[in-house]
């Protein structure tokens, strides 16, 4: 069974960092391709960022490549968004999404469980 559970969300000023962590309290996540993704008020649901098993392949976004970086720890069975420099256009619900194999990453149907999101704010 996969549950996965976001944290490390929070208000934080513009030009911060922040970290977000997701845990599985199922089985391991090794093999599992997994991702984050966010939804701002009004907005669609939009690709952060992926970790393919495969090739140990990452993806970004346009809007948050070289400030944003997923990584994973299979021994303690956890994914990790660190992001920095942020900006208010960062204010979102962050969620953390897996699948055994992701055909597409930047598409959110492709993905089978997702987390229940965490808030992000970022605002002066």
């Known amino acids: 069974q996969v549950q996965l559970v976001e944290s490390g969300g929070g208000l934080v000023q513009p030009g911060d960092s922040l970290m977000l962590s997701c845990t599985n309290r199922g089985h391991t996540l090794t093999g599992f391709d997994m991702g984050w993704w966010r939804e701002a008020p009004g907005k669609d649901r939009e690709f952060v960022a992926s970790?393919?098993?495969?090739?140990?392949?990452?993806d970004y976004s346009d809007s948050v490549k070289g400030r944003f970086t997923i990584s994973r720890d299979n021994a303690k069975n956890e994914l990790y968004l660190q992001m920095n420099n942020l900006s208010p256009e960062d204010t979102a619900v962050y969620y953390c999404?897996?699948?055994?194999?992701?055909?597409?990453?930047?598409?959110?149907?492709?993905?089978?469980?997702w987390g229940q999101g965490v808030q992000v704010t970022v605002s002066s």
């Open positions: 999404t897996a699948d055994p194999w992701v055909k597409g990453v930047r598409i959110a149907s492709e993905w089978k469980y």
């Open positions: 970790f393919r098993t495969t090739g140990n392949t990452r």
